[in-house]
Every structure is written in structure tokens, then in C-alpha cells.
């Protein structure tokens, strides 16, 4: 399995911006299908969006749509997710994940990692 590490979460006020980074380690991202999912307190975790393994599909939660963006530094081995026009409503822990394919569910998804917080006050 792949350990992953995420890492750029924080306070940030609604309308701001914020990237989130996803360094993987032990192996590389390549072959992987890649996850964001969030969960905030009291919630489900919630899919936020999806690359594939090939790279050639890209899904995203409706609720973050023209909003956030995937991308991949393969020389870094390193996945980001660019969050703008946030909202008081994208507060939550931010998780990426991989897997052999991917997908939106998270049960699809083998490696989790740790979380980072992110809170966007009004």
C-alpha cells in the first residue's frame, strides 16, 4: 500500500482560497486511482472528487463543481486539491485516499490518509 500525508489545511475566510497536497510514499502515485473525500462533524464522509488510474476520468461532488480543481505532480509524487470560492459549508477534514482504480465511494479506496482541517469562517 501507498501511505499518504496530507498537508495545507487551515483557517481561511469564506471566498479565499486554500491547496490542499497529498504526498505519497512507498510507492508511487502512478497507477493509482486518487480520492478527496471530506467529512465534517456529525456527517458522512463525502465524496469530493476522483481521478482514475489512467488518469483519463475525472469526477467531481456536485457540491464542489467549477469550485476545486485535482491536479498531479508526478515528479513529486504528490496530488493537490485547489479550493476556491470556499464556503462556510466546505469546513471539514479533508482525507485523500488511493486505489487501484478509484471511484466515489469510499469504501473503493484502500489508502487513507491522516486528514487536515479546514475551516472557513463568514
Known amino acids: 500500500q501507498v501511505q499518504l500525508v496530507e498537508s495545507g489545511g487551515g483557517l481561511v475566510q469564506a471566498g479565499g482560497s486554500l491547496r490542499l497536497s497529498c504526498a505519497a510514499s512507498?510507492?508511487?502515485?502512478?497507477?493509482?486511482?486518487v480520492g478527496w473525500f471530506r467529512q465534517a462533524p456529525g456527517k458522512e464522509r463525502e465524496f469530493v472528487v476522483g481521478?482514475?488510474?489512467?488518469?483519463?476520468?475525472?469526477s467531481y461532488g456536485d457540491s464542489v463543481k467549477g469550485r476545486f480543481t485535482i491536479s498531479r505532480d508526478n515528479a513529486k509524487n504528490t496530488v493537490y486539491l485547489q479550493m476556491n470560492s470556499l464556503k462556510p459549508e466546505d469546513t471539514a477534514v479533508y482525507y485523500c485516499?488511493?486505489?487501484?482504480?478509484?471511484?466515489?465511494?469510499?469504501?473503493?479506496?484502500?489508502?487513507w490518509g491522516q486528514g487536515t482541517q479546514v475551516t472557513v469562517f463568514s
Open positions: 512507498g510507492r508511487t502515485f502512478s497507477g493509482y486511482g
Open positions: 485516499a488511493a486505489a487501484s482504480y478509484g471511484g466515489t465511494l469510499p469504501t473503493k479506496y484502500d489508502s
Open positions: 481521478r482514475s488510474s489512467t488518469g483519463l476520468l475525472t
